[in-house]
């Protein structure tokens, strides 16, 4: 439950920074301009990357109350000169990683800095995850100094976010350019070498079971899908029609009219 307006944060979605019952969360509300299908894309983004184990946030259902929102008067969003209120309810909520008053998240860090990021091929496999579900976004990510899995030393971990995009938003589509889902700085596929080094993402892709689709859609709140159950069935049996189409539009992505894989030969 939301108990504290801590930002609000940069972003078409126009999100919110709260603070909850259960930490801190990047708050995307149903009535954003964006689309509510931004959320169910949202969702179903976070179930599928947790299957393939891309670092991404844990997400959450946030409830906003009324009370919530008779507190915090800021809460709300603007349409060019119109205000768009928040409506009470269940919303989006991206896990915050860690305390916003101590912890120092960053969009960018230098270059430098980029090459020791622990987990860099995260931004390998999420292009293949990209692909497959028609990012249209660039690929978005954050950083932070966290204490390093088996071990005691601290060092960068990356963080995949914003996933509003998939299916192109909320167009519930599937547009292809070879360009769709690269990150902004191509270094980051310096250890790509071929489509082999797109394993085990791309495997599990295409052998990805319904299985985790169901449970995806059994999670989401019948308020974000009412009157479109239709169409997102259909958009998903899509989406599981076109896994065999990864490895080529991976492949494609040297066609662009800057290629991001530098040492493919």
């Not at 930002?7 to 301009?33: C, I």
């Not at 599928?48 to 009324?66: D, F, K, S, W």
């Not at 052998?207 to 009157?227: E, K, M, N, S, T």
């Amino acid at each position: 439950m939301a108990r504290r307006l801590i930002r609000k944060m940069r972003g078409g979605a126009q999100a919110h920074l709260l603070e909850t019952n259960d930490g801190f969360y990047v708050v995307k509300f149903l009535g954003n301009p964006q689309h509510r299908r931004i959320l169910v894309n949202e969702w179903i983004s976070s179930v599928i990357l947790g299957y393939l184990q891309i670092a991404a946030p844990e997400v959450a259902l946030v409830e906003v109350t009324q009370e919530f929102l008779r507190e915090n008067p800021d809460v709300g969003m603007r349409l060019g000169t119109a205000h768009l209120a928040v409506e009470p309810g269940w919303h989006f909520g991206s896990r915050y990683p860690g305390d916003p008053a101590t912890t120092a998240v960053y969009d960018f860090v230098p270059e430098a800095l980029l090459a020791q990021v622990n987990n860099l091929s995260d931004f390998g496999a999420c292009l293949v995850f990209d692909k497959w579900m028609a990012n249209t976004d660039g690929r978005q990510a954050v950083f932070f100094r966290a204490r390093l899995k088996d071990s005691r030393k601290m060092g960068f971990v990356a963080l995949m976010i914003d996933h509003g995009f998939v299916f192109n938003g909320p167009h519930w589509d599937f547009p292809e350019s070879p360009v769709q889902g690269i990150y902004a700085r191509p270094s980051v596929y310096d250890g790509v070498r071929s489509l082999d080094s797109f394993q085990p993402w791309l495997d599990q892709i295409i052998h990805f079971p319904d299985a985790v689709i169901d449970r995806a859609l059994r999670q989401l709140p019948p308020q974000w899908i009412a009157g479109e159950e239709d169409q997102l069935e259909q958009l998903l049996d899509r989406l599981m029609r076109r896994r065999r189409r990864v490895p080529d539009l991976i492949a494609g992505a040297r066609s662009g009219k800057s290629n991001p894989f530098a040492n493919w030969r």
